[in-house]
């Protein structure tokens, strides 16, 4: 079980932290952060491997967004610097029975019930 939150309205080139807390899975699954916005197919943000702790950004994201993974507290984040008017959009946390990092939507198996990031221009 994934539960999203921190999302909310924010100026451009501002800041967000999005948070979730994942309950239940293995200790070594993927996680993720995908969004969706209005009209538009859901897209891949970044991922962390369960194993090695890697990461992989959207090209859109990269230098902005950073992906990180609290095994203590359970909890994956994603911190949003320098946001874009584009960026505004539902975020969604992932989670996967495997270790690796897939872009594809159709390859995650346990999603959260997203949270909405506004960014007014």
């Known amino acids: 079980q994934l539960q999203a939150s921190g999302g909310g309205l924010v100026q451009a080139g501002g800041s967000l932290r999005l948070s979730c807390a994942v309950s239940g899975g293995t200790f070594t699954a993927a996680l993720a952060w995908f969004r969706q916005a209005p009209g538009k197919e859901r897209e891949f943000v970044a991922g962390?491997?369960?194993?090695?702790?890697?990461?992989t950004y959207a090209d859109s994201v990269k230098g902005r967004f950073t992906i990180s993974r609290d095994r203590a507290k359970n909890t994956v984040y994603l911190q949003m610097n320098t946001l874009e008017f584009e960026d505004t959009a539902i975020y969604f946390c992932?989670?996967?029975?495997?270790?690796?990092?897939?872009?594809?939507?159709?390859?995650?198996?346990?999603w959260g019930q997203g949270t909405l990031v506004t960014v007014s221009s």
């Open positions: 962390i491997n369960g194993l090695s702790g890697s990461t």
């Open positions: 992932a989670s996967s029975n495997t270790y690796f990092v897939s872009s594809r939507a159709q390859n995650w198996d346990y």
